[in-house]
């Protein structure tokens, strides 16, 4: 761009608005005759100006305010989005660490519970079996445990007669 | 977001995991009972083949050196139901079952003789579970019973 270009171009929105001294318009005049460059530049200016021009005459009380500011709205959301939330709430180990040890706590409570599997009765695991009574008329009784699976022995004494005989 | 918020779901399913009951299994109705009759010995050493295991059971407990497996009866019980087996010509022993759940079993054994009761005895056992009852003099050994249960 040449200098006379950047100087005139500096005052083609005066000369526009028609806001520049008669020397100073015929100096714009006489470039704008020969440089096409500046001439469609005016014509932006003033096609520009026309535009700011007619939106301005529009009467207020036509403008729908309230309207434009739901669009805006709905075109909008202010809310951080659920990543960024979750990113947030990561990001605050204060917050976060408790929430994590109490969590870990509450699994070793569960796994750790005395009879958590051990049936809806909750009974303690009973042996292979147990020997509820036993009688002998021979009034002579054991009752042992087998050595492996645990399972009871009950052995039948000879009675003391017998023995004896 | 509040700790709170995590907590009390897991307070939640720690409540449910502990305090509340599953949903009832299928109950238990008929207990399969297998009886073995067996004669044990310390002049012999032969030990039948099915009874291997319970050498390793008894060995540390009686110094018995042979097992022979006289008879093997598989009878299936419901409550109240009882039946009774020969162990010998003067000897029998009646099996009934008391109560039936799914956890246990509650069985009363009877040993009769001449059909005087010199015996009797209630076990508790488990599925899978086994009892031995022995004692008795029989043909020059010793008479051992054992008996396992299987719930269905």
Known sequence: MKNECIYISGRLSAYSDKEVSEEKRREVEIHLETCRKCRTKLGELEKAGTAVKTALSCDEADI???????????????RPSLWQRIIRFAGKPVVWMPAVFAGAAACL???FMPNFHSGPDRQTPMQAGLVESVYSSTGQVMVM?????????????PGADKEAG | MKPS??????????????????AEAGTTSILHVNIEIIKA??????????????IRELGPILNFSGFSLLKKNKISLKVNDKTRLILSPDRQVEVKLLELDDYKARLSVRI?????????????????????????????????????????
């Open chain 1, 64 to 78: 729908d305010f309230s309207g434009i500011w739901e669009k805006i709205e709905s075109n909008t959301d202010f």
């Open chain 1, 109 to 111: 409570l569960i796994c």
């Open chain 1, 145 to 157: 445990q087998t050595a492996i699976s645990g399972s009871p022995l009950i052995w039948i004494l």
């Open chain 2, 5 to 22: 918020l995590i907590l009390a779901p897991l307070i939640i399913l720690y409540i449910w995991l502990v305090f509340i009951k599953p």
């Open chain 2, 41 to 54: 010995c310390r002049d012999s050493a032969v030990v039948d083949p099915q009874l291997k295991g319970l």
């Open chain 2, 112 to 152: 009769l003789e001449k059909k005087k009761e010199t015996f009797k005895t209630v076990l508790l056992l488990i599925d899978n579970g086994s009892a031995l009852i022995g004692g008795p003099p029989h043909e020059g050994g010793t008479l051992l019973l054992r008996i396992k249960v299987k719930f269905e």
